[in-house]
């Protein structure tokens, strides 16, 4: 079973430029979460999203963020403009029904953005 | 606010040698706490849980409620256990989002 994934795995770009980051979830996967890990800091939660729906976007920056999956199944997070502090690891997850008790987060390779 | 504290960034032990990588949190109801490790080039995986009380690659975690404490421990080190740690909590909402602790850095020498 092929394993969540991520595209691109490196992005540079500069400053005020935007960038879009993909990712795929397990197929079947209903719950896909967006984290990041900022330089010297902890991974955060970044968002939620049930099938299409945003369920929690509590950890969204500012507005700079998009963060969109259509049809349920991959999902993509824009940036726009890109700022330095942007920086960082971005990870993926997905995982089953919440109601079944499968809560078991699989994550992505992570893409790493680099913003100068 | 919830918190997941990992106080250090670095362990360094040696092969054979018992580890305990700690991990305190915060939290007002009751979690589900988690340890998640990534080995070098390889993505964050669940190590173990605490509700499924198991023992995976010898290491085991108990949840200490009195503590708020769930420390990861084995009692030998193998050198293949060198990796980074992360100590997670889940709130249990409907959301399952992830806190994080800031992570430890297993180093088990040879």
Redesign the interface.
Known sequence: EA??TQFPSHSVIEKGQTVTLRCDPISGHD?L?W?RRVMG?????LL?FVKESK??ES?MPNNRFLAERTGGTYSTLKVQPAELEDSGVY?CAS?QE?WTGA????????TRLTVT | AQRVTQPEKLLSVFKGAPVELKCNYSYSGSPELFWYVQYSRQRLQLLLRHISRESIKGFTADLNKGETSFHLKKPFAQEEDSAMYYCALSEGDSSYKLIFGSGTRLLVRP
């Open positions: 394993g969540v719950n979460y984290y800091k902890e991974i955060k939660f939620h369920q929690d950890g990870f995982s919440i809560i078991e987060q699989y994550f992505g390779p992570g």
